[in-house]
């Protein structure tokens, strides 16, 4: 059943409860019904985690999902530990995850079978991102490029909260394509906060739409930075002008 | 000295503890959740406060190279409140994640109805999404607590070994012993337990099922006690092999039972201690 219509946030909930431990619906086709979800491994049968992607079970994921978009809601979560993930966890901003790539051909997958439903793509993706650890939201993320001719502008909200945070990972992964949404203002404080909390600009996309208000925000940064006797990230001198010049500009 | 803290409110300290508990060895922890020292009045609290279990506390440790792991879960204390009792149909959302590697902390606070109602119901979710049991034992009336938590853990068809009975002293712990679960001990500077007493336990029944942990909360505790343990061992005779069994071996089997450690230990130089398998670098148990 497609919840799309549901717009209890509660009775949405609980129907995704139910569908925790069942199996695939049988539409979804054979091979993938008996993919685990995570939770059915005994200590004896574990495996290492795969830190190449099982594109095998990542197909038939893709598959059941395209054929029961609502599948998403289980596999998201347990994605990096079924399919492939990168070991450890990063505080790096951008680095490339195996279970980036993983959650992405699943958002792709839910794209493809909610394309004709645009307000229920939306439901879905944000229910994703709303019930979504920092990994899966970044992956949400990151995936917003991919659907962004189906999703539009229903997703905006999210980067606004991924904006909010003080995750690195999150603020880097907010500022992809999508974010070209963003009104003028919104885009340049998301870019002065990369340069607050370390994101690196090169993965700010679009970097070109940087206009002299923006300019002036860093410099006025970096004048507040060198008058505190501290160092001005590298980042943000590529937005000034030569160094010899005064950071004021009229 | 590695240091897996099996029990430790991050969300309630600052970035000095986090600094100092790495410095001290502390390479990895598990946050049970738990209230917040001021009772919550809704679900949506909850889910916030999971949210940043899962979320932003796992960032702020991966900045000083330590892996955080959360348990969810109703905790007793607010099982009492009926604002807060529907977080309970919100669990699988987060059961299913990384890195929460059990349901907890479950267990009583009064010993009412309501809290045996909501532990009973959690140790359910807990045998159906495979995970440990992290069980608090109560302040009050702890003996009696803890001999009910061991009918409630066997009512329900737990196994034993995936049940951690958390906050144990010498009145409690041969119960819990022998039932075979698995005994945590709160290293605390002044109430629970103390580092010279945790040594006399292990000198007793030996370090089999044994978690050592600072529980270090709202109230007065200190992050490094579970270093002070070690080194009060040390002191008594134990081996650093010991040791390292007790303040990491101990809590990497007992939570990697759930399949979800987030584990990516930098070189230790202790090489693959455990059992040759993956888990010291990090992957699925």
Not at chain 2, 20 to 27: L, N, P, S
Not at chain 2, 56 to 85: M, V, Y
Not at chain 2, 115 to 137: G, I
Request: proline share 5%; net charge negative.
């Amino acid at each position: 059943m497609n919840a799309s219509a549901e717009g209890d946030r509660v009775g949405h909930l609980d129907k995704l409860d139910t569908t925790l431990d069942t199996p695939p619906p049988s539409g979804s086709g054979g091979s993938t019904s008996n993919a685990p979800v995570g939770r059915a491994a005994s200590a004896s049968e574990r495996v290492e985690t795969n830190t190449v992607a099982d594109e095998r079970t990542l197909d038939a994921w893709c598959a059941e999902i395209e054929a029961e978009p609502t599948r998403i809601r289980t596999r998201f979560p347990a994605a990096a530990r079924e399919i492939g993930r990168t070991p450890g966890t990063s505080a790096e901003p951008g680095a490339e995850r195996v279970e980036d790539g993983v959650r992405l051909r699943l958002l792709a997958a839910l794209g493809g079978a909610l394309a004709g439903d645009p307000d229920a793509l939306s439901i879905e993706v944000h229910d994703l991102y709303r019930f979504g650890d920092a990994d899966e939201r970044r992956a949400v993320l990151l995936g917003l490029g991919q659907i962004e001719d189906l999703i539009g502008d229903r997703a905006l909200d999210l980067v606004h909260d991924a904006l909010r945070t003080n995750d690195p990972r999150l603020v880097a992964a907010a500022l992809g394509t999508y974010a070209s949404r963003l009104d003028d203002a919104a885009w340049r404080q998301a870019v002065l906060k990369c340069l607050f909390v370390g994101v690196p600009l090169r993965l700010v996309a679009g970097l070109e739409r940087a206009d002299d208000e923006l300019r002036r925000m860093v410099a006025d940064y970096a004048a507040e930075r060198r008058a505190a006797g501290r160092e001005v990230p590298a980042d943000a001198l590529s937005f000034l002008p030569a160094p010899t010049q005064t950071t004021r500009e009229s | 000295m590695r240091i897996f803290d099996p029990h430790i409110h991050m969300s309630s300290r600052t970035t000095d503890d986090y600094e100092a508990m790495a410095a001290a060895g502390v390479q990895a922890l598990v946050e049970p959740a738990f209230w917040l020292g001021q009772p919550r009045t809704s679900v949506d609290s909850f889910v916030d406060y999971f949210d940043a279990l899962v979320g932003w506390e796992r960032f702020r440790a991966s900045q000083f190279g330590i892996a955080h792991h959360c348990t969810i879960a109703l905790n007793p204390k607010e099982a009492n409140d009926p604002r807060c009792t529907p977080v309970l149909d919100l669990l699988p959302r987060y059961l299913a994640k990384d890195g929460v590697v059990a349901v907890g902390e479950v267990g009583f606070d009064s010993m009412t109805e309501d809290e045996e109602k909501a532990f009973s119901r959690q140790l359910e979710l807990a045998r159906e999404f495979a995970l440990p049991a992290l069980v608090h034992t109560p302040h009050r009336d702890k003996l009696a607590g803890t001999r009910r938590t061991l009918d409630l853990v066997e009512a329900a068809g737990m196994e034993p070994g995936m049940v951690l009975v958390d906050h144990l002293n010498e009145m409690t712990v041969d119960v819990v012993d022998e039932a075979g679960a698995w005994m945590g001990f709160s290293i605390y500077p002044d109430t629970k337990m103390d580092p010279d007493r945790m040594v006399a336990i292990l000198q007793r029944r030996g370090l089999d099922r044994v978690l050592v942990n600072s529980a270090a909360d709202w109230g007065k505790s200190d992050p490094l006690r579970t270093r002070a343990t070690g080194e009060a061992m040390l002191a008594a005779g134990f081996t650093e092999d010991d040791v390292d069994r007790v303040l990491w071996r101990n809590p990497v089997e007992f939570f990697g039972q759930s399949g979800r450690l987030l584990l990516d230990v930098p070189e230790t130089g202790q090489g693959d201690t455990f059992a040759g398998n993956s888990l010291l670098r990090g992957e699925r148990a």
